[in-house]
Every structure is written in C-alpha cells, then in structure tokens.
C-alpha cells in the first residue's frame, strides 16, 4: 500500500490551520487578551432576514412527507441556477445557460476539485501571493506549478506568461491583494487562452465587492470566455455563507478541449463525487437574489466596504504603504521596517491583539506583505485600528 | 491543455443518472402513469421532531451576531464529534478519538475523496457488485481495480483476495446485496490487511440496519482495526439526512503506512479541500444522538424494515428468489425465466411501473439480479407488490 507521496511536498498545515493554532496558543498563554481577528476572512454578519425566512421556511417543509425533500438533483435545483443565471449573468448581458451552472457547497471545494478533470501533466500558472487551495491541490495532484509574480508595480495583476502553460487559476477582486483586474487586460487574458487552448479558473468569489462600474465582475463580460474559461462562485462573502456553504461553477458548454466537453467531465465528477447542497441552504441561496435578499445583502457588503474604507485611511495616515480595499474586502499592507510577514503578524499579536494574515503564507512575493481582512464589526475594525494607532 | 482521459474510461453517466433519465423520458411518454420508485434508495420519511427542533433552533443563533458561525473547525463542531464517538463508538466498546473522526456532507463524498491519499499504482479491490463511487472514483484517478465476486454462494461476502491488492473496500450491511458479514469473516480481513499492509475502507453506511446483535456495526469492533481500517459513516439512512448532507470518516491515529500517518494525510485533505459542513447541519446531527432523536430514528428505521420484510416476505409468496432485507433496507432479487437485469427494469416500469435498480448497473456479478429498496413510504411500498402482483 503505497501513499500518496505528493502530500509530503506541501507544508504540513493548513496556511488557516497554522494561524489558528499560533492565536490558540497565545491566548492560552495570555488568558487576559482580547484578540481581534482580521485574519482568516471570515464573516461576522449574521444571516440577513430574507435567507433566514427562507431557511425557517425550508425546515418546515423538510418536517412534513408531503414537502419533504431527500437527495437533490446532480446540478442543483433548478428554481437555485435559474436564479444564478438571471441574477448574475443575464443582468450583466453574458450568455450562460442554467445547464452550465454546478452548484456545490462552496467555492473552496470547486477550487480544489476542479483539476481533476485535467491531465497530470497540465503546467499549472497561479498567481504569487495567492490563496493556497490553487497550488495546494495540484501539488497533491502531483502537477509542476508556475508562480506568476504580482507585485505593486504590476498592480498585482500578473503580464501574460511567456512560458508555456496550460491551466491559469486567476481570482479578482483578488484574494490577497485586494487588486483588480480591467476588463482589457482580462480579455487579454481571454485571447491568450483560445489562442493556445489553455484554460483559465477565474475565481469571481469577490464580486460583489467591486464599486467601480467599469470592473467587469465575470469572466464571462469578456468576448470569447466560453471557450475560455471556468468560473467560480461564493455565497460567503456576498450573502455571509461562511456556515451555511453554498456555492457554483460555470463550465460552459463550448469549453471543448482535446475534443471533450469540459462540461460533461465536471458533470461526471459532479455526479459521482458529490450528493448536492442541502435542500434548505439551496432555498437560503435563492433568496440572496430575491429583492429583498438583494438590498439586504448589498447593505451588508456596503458595512463591509466602510470598513475597508477605515482600514486603508487610517493605516495609510499612519504612514503605512497600503493597496486593496476600494473593490475588495481585503487591505494589503507592506510591513514596516522590512520586518518579515510573519514578524509582523508576532508583532501585532503580542503589541496589539490583532490577528491578520502573514503575506508570505501565501507565496514568495507576498513576503513582506499583511493582510488585514473588512469583514469584522465596526467596533472591533476600529478597535483593532486603535490599538495599533497606540503601539 | 490536456483532459484527464481516465474519465474516458467510465460508462458516460453515473448510474442513477441513467435510471433518472430513462424514468423521465417513460413519465413524459406515458403522462398518466403513477411510478413508484423503489430505485435510488432514497428515503422518504421527513426529518424527525428533534432533528427539525435542532434546526430550528440553530437557523436562529445564524440570525443573530452574537451567536452567528461561520466557518466551521476543520475537522467539525466538537459537540458532533464528541457526540458521535459517545453515541457510536464507546457505546460499543471501540477506543476512538474525537481526533480521529472527520465531519463531511456525507458518505458519498469521503468515499470518493478518500482514495485520493493514496498512491496512483496501488491496486484496489471492490466487491462486485458494488456501489459504483468505490470503482468510478478510482478509475477517475487512473488506478487499476480487482473485482471480488460476490454471489448467493458465498453469501455475497467475497473470499479474502488470492492475489496482491492494496485498498479494499467493503460495506456491510451490504448495498446493493443487503448481505451482512459476520465478525469472524471481518476479523479475517482486518488480519489480512494487518499482515500485507493492505487498508481496508469500510462502509458502515446501513449499519443501523442491522437487527441480529452478532452481527458487527463498526470494523473497529475487530481487533487490530485501528491499524487497518478507514470507516465511512453516514446520517442518510438511518436519520433520512439524504436533503441534509452529513456523514464522517473515522481515520485511526495508529493507521500508519510507509512511515505517515494516514490521519495527518486525510486532516491536510480535509483542510484544503473542504470548509466544514454547515452549522446547522451539524447541530441537526447532534440531534440525532439525543435520547429523542435516538428513539425517533430507531422508529423510523423499524418501519423502514417492516417494508423490506414485507417485500421479501411477498416476493418469496410469488416465486422469486431473494436475498437480503433482514438487516439491510435493500432487497436482492433474481430476475425470473433469464431476463438481463435491464429488460427487468424495463418490465417492470413497463408492467407495474415500479422503479428498482438493475443489479448489472453495480457490476458483471449484478447480471441477473434487481435491487428494490424498503425506503419508500409504506402504502407505496404495498402498492408496488400489489402491481408485481398483478402483472
């Protein structure tokens, strides 16, 4: 019986995993401490009226065999993607097709489940700093991995590789750096890929973040992307699922590689690997597009983005080099005094109480960098801003 | 860009997409006809009181923020864990860790993902017939399968593998068989797998089934499991979560192969792969542990195999020769006067419009055979004798 031995070339936690024990540890070590965590991304709203109406009602029907609902169809119910396809592709002009739509239980399983309908032998390009469930689980796949560096000076926003590659995992409004991506150069993008038969992931989970009109908030608002691309959806940071876990993939039907639609292999793994999201959070998730579920959500993520706003002025007027936060919930800070990522995050745990996320956790080129998330309250985000105004 | 061809290996649909399909296409052709569907071992008895009670309760705590979750632990909630391995496993005299159970969305899903901490070059054993996700996911991952038969000769419990395999997996109370193994026959096993370094991946999935007390509920009533054995565990059938999604894995801390702990390899899969099952799905699963969930749930499992006696009590009266449903909710039959396990299929949904699951569907050994479940309601399930009856 031989192991997998690809698992021993990852680090052996978890980036999350290590941050959680690292707090653990402290706060039993200093029992008195009140940490704020701005670190993992979490969400700290509750679940808005709407979806909690519908969870109620949900619960209710699963109560009673005449409403009862047992295993869910393989894609997800259809009254769920047609809502997704309305709600988030037709509004914005983009051609999507309900039988497009895979819901799942979040936008973290897709990213790590989605290779494996490639090759082995696929060359691998992800972002570096990057959200390590991209790299994490091609490694564990066995697959040779190509950083394409982000910096400040790209806008972190990598060029166009130069070396061969074949599969481009791209997340905006991007986890860490709270960087966007124009819509020109997404098309870049786009073209890159239909001229070499490459497929990009485009990880879309921040969507709703984006403030400016002109940042396309779907793979799909460029020409061609059908043939281009797979997309990737979260109802956690929009609608607060972080608990609930719901999300979808779009794999287009004209995403046609080595004479195989990719749409059928996903719906195979889908189909054999995987028994739906539960009937209530499903309902839960067709309410995020109801009217009311809309406004709710849109004011939730509003609070949010004040937050951000808060985070990048005073951090910035305390003299600190700061990037993200204008159409992402997450301000990318450069540490001071060369300190390293990880010093830092020692720093603002012991001087400040504060938690966020040491850059270099996720790549080489995030050394050097912190990242704080919006997503706490108001009073803890200025709390934690407070604290380390007086350090 | 290239496709993972293994995939082309696979019949082009999961199984019970395919019945989906053909049950649909006969309902749109005969729009008059009432189908009873006895196929997919879906239940259909709503959740219990206490589980809605659960639900209920915890839909609330996610409207408030002082009582909101969000991302769950990685390995689960500590109350489902602790409840799992009291109610579980102590309950039954197996020394098991809350470290060492692993909180998912469901059986289905463990035993898909869990090959994937193995080798590629391992072979694997799978009965046949079998549940198709233990053949498909590793056909999937490119790996080499070994078919242990299992017939009304031996009972359909295979014969301890002549020649070398390296995984095998194993579910009793069987599906689709309904046959059950004694201890001393899993005792061989567990002592195979001890002595070749062979790991064993057991389904426990209907071990609440079972009705006869020396028959075992978990492997790791075995000595020497701990060191040999994964467990799969599901709330589907016993609690009819198959709308809910919730199940565990159980991977034993002294399970060590070529020097790693499996335990560490599944906690690093688990963590990167996947965010926890929702939280109120866990509290719905605390419940069931609960002495009124436990009494509901025994309740409705008790019904459960009063239709599988029923059905087997009934087929037997009208000649057919069938297996299982003594400790299992499935009924094996044999097709009558040489029919292929499809043209029964098509017999009866023709005939009685009844729908099972045609025993060649779960392998080569399955030709011949038909599966019906007991998890229909119980007038259905009358109902449906009554037409075979008939024809």
């Not at 700093?129 to 190509?146: H, S």
């Not at 793979?219 to 281009?228: D, H």
């Amino acid at each position: 019986m031989k192991i997998n031995t690809n698992y021993l070339d990852l680090t052996e936690n978890y980036l999350f995993s290590d941050i959680a024990k690292k707090v653990s540890a402290y706060s039993q070590a200093h029992p008195e401490a009140s940490i704020i965590r701005l670190g993992i991304g979490d969400v700290t709203k509750p679940l808005c009226t709407p979806v909690i109406d519908a969870l109620n009602k949900a619960v209710k029907e699963m109560s009673d065999a005449d409403s009862f609902r047992g295993y869910a169809p393989d894609k997800g119910y259809d009254f769920l993607r047609s809502a997704i396809v309305k709600g988030d592709f037709e509004s914005r002009g983009c051609d999507i097709d309900p039988d497009e739509i895979f819901v799942s239980d979040g936008a973290k399983s897709d990213c790590g489940n989605i290779q494996e309908i490639f090759d082995k032998d696929n060359v691998i390009a992800v972002c570096d700093p990057v959200y390590p469930v991209y790299a994490d689980t091609n490694i564990m796949a066995g697959r040779k991995i190509t950083y394409l560096p982000c910096t400040a000076e790209n806008g972190f926003v990598p060029d166009i590789p130069k070396e061969k590659v074949d599969i481009i995992y791209l997340c905006y409004p991007n986890n860490p750096t709270g960087g966007v991506i124009t819509k020109a150069k997404l098309q870049e993008y786009v073209d890159y890929a239909n001229k070499t038969g490459a497929v990009i992931i485009y990880d879309a989970a921040y969507e709703a973040y984006i403030k400016d009109d002109s940042i396309p908030h779907s793979i799909y608002e460029c020409e061609g992307a059908g043939t281009a691309a797979i997309e990737l959806h979260s109802f956690s940071k929009n609608a607060g699922f972080t608990g609930l876990r719901l999300g979808y993939a779009v794999v287009p039907k004209d995403l046609i590689r080595e004479g195989t639609s990719l749409n059928k292999l996903w719906a195979r793994r889908h189909a054999t690997k995987y028994n739906g999201a539960p009937y209530i959070v499903q309902r839960a998730g067709e309410a995020v597009y109801s009217a009311a579920g809309k406004e709710a959500v849109s004011k939730q993520v509003g609070d949010y983005m004040d937050n951000a706003a808060f985070i990048r002025r005073e951090l910035k007027s305390m003299g600190y080099e700061v990037y993200g936060g204008e159409n992402a919930p997450y301000i990318w800070l450069k540490t001071p005094d060369n300190m390293t990522s990880w010093e830092f995050f020692d720093y603002l745990l012991d001087e400040a109480n504060v938690v966020g996320t040491p850059g270099s956790g996720f790549g080489k080129c995030g050394e050097g960098f912190f990242r704080l998330t919006a997503f706490g309250s108001e009073e803890a985000t200025r709390e934690a801003i407070q604290r380390i105004k007086n350090i």
